[in-house]
């Protein structure tokens, strides 16, 4: 039962989680051991935030089944969600850019290129394995074309491909082009994302400690990805992941790793110090 617990001390008030690599295992389902834990915290007033590259439909579709409260940062920062589901901030991509950005590898057959728009998740062709990734919301893309497709309330532009040099290319060139004005970084080898200059993890999750009353220094964060890096760094406490991407871990080279996903490291690295 999650009512026989205490909290232990700490200078923690908040929990930042991120979902790919980290809380998730590499069926990228939730495990009992998880569930249990998050239900835990949720009950000693342990403030969960989710802090994601994924749309706001589908954490909150993963937040139900968990059956906790807790704010959404979702596409990396540029939605914030509060607990009852309202949206509280979102910053878009500019429309020129997601028009460019969309076409730019359109027609190469080794990479995909996925945008979010709104409540919808559009690919520029159909590939079933990427609704692998959604085991726990059932959340589906639609096909898009570049005749005519939205490009306002755009959150974020990403691309897979199993070949990371050929992203890794991408991510050079979209650098060279915009600068500054965006965000690009890999939240796994094979997935680099796009947002607007202007948003990170970070700076969304400043916004919510401040909105809970607290800074990011009563913060402890959880992440494998670069897109996690700047939300590491400003936190109180910054862990890693066994199976993070290598450029964080060289990036972060003092902050703990916990061990991996896949043995659920980030439950019990929260039993051992969150819960008596």
Known sequence: MIYNYKKKKNRYSIVALD???????????LLPHTIETLQILSHLNVHI??????????????RK???INGYMITSNGSRI????????????LERKIVYDLCKMEFDNPNILTHFYSSCHWFVNRDSPEQ?????????NYQIFNLENFPKNNVSKVYFTCNDQNLLAFLQDKIKKRWG?????????????????GGVSKGSALKKVANLLGYSLQDCIAFGDGMNDYDMLKTVGKGCLMENSHESLIKSLPDFEIIGSNKDESVSHYLRKNFIE
């Open 19 to 29: 979902l790919d690599g980290t809380l998730l295992s590499p069926k990228y389902t």
């Open 49 to 62: 935030v989710f802090a994601t590259g994924r749309h706001y439909i589908d954490v909150q579709r993963i």
């Open 65 to 67: 089944k968990l059956d």
């Open 81 to 92: 969600h509060d607990p009852s589901g309202k949206n509280i901030f979102k910053k878009d």
């Open 131 to 139: 609704k692998n990734f959604f085991q726990e919301s059932s959340f």
């Open 180 to 196: 500054k004005r965006l965000n690009v970084n890999f939240s796994f080898h094979s997935c680099l994302e796009v947002t607007d």
